[in-house]
């Protein structure tokens, strides 16, 4: 059985086929995550975080360049962005401990990323962590 770090890195993969232009790859999302042997929860687990950073693409998209020092966004690797992208999305849209996101994305980033990219994706998702919950705190307090 497939574990979420699993899932979790082929949603990264199916990231990084739309961002390269696969508009079309979620027609063919279930089947590739089959292939993969990720089934039942994980593979709604899977679907559920794909379908959610697409959804929300612009507003991540949005919320990372804001926690970028010196970067260009449509720069970045493609890979990359995919996992700032799922990390970003769990970060601001999941029940997932944001320690969690941060680590699965880092061993994401360790996997597929250049040789700076395990560093960059920590320090990017772990800013916006910190901003995002000051907002929450200060939301909850007025």
């Not at 199916?14 to 279930?30: E, K, T, W």
């Not at 950073?53 to 690797?77: C, M, P, Q, T, Y």
């Not at 996101?101 to 700076?116: H, P």
């Amino acid at each position: 059985m497939a574990t979420r770090t699993q899932a979790r890195e082929s949603v990264a993969g199916l990231l990084y086929a739309y961002d390269s232009g696969n508009v079309n790859i979620r027609n063919f999302a279930q089947s590739i995550l089959e292939e993969k042997k990720i089934k039942n929860k994980q593979q709604d687990f899977a679907l559920a975080l794909f379908d959610g950073v697409l959804a929300n693409i612009a507003e991540l998209d949005i919320l990372i360049k804001s926690h970028l020092k010196d970067w260009d966004f449509e720069r970045l690797g493609g890979m990359e962005r995919a996992i700032l992208r799922l990390g970003a999305y769990e970060i601001r849209f999941t029940p997932t401990d944001s320690p969690v996101v941060i680590n699965e994305a880092v061993e994401l980033g360790k996997m597929y990323g250049g040789d700076n990219a395990p560093k960059f994706i920590n320090g990017v998702l772990d800013s916006l962590c910190k901003i995002d919950k000051r907002d929450i705190h200060k939301k909850e307090s007025e």
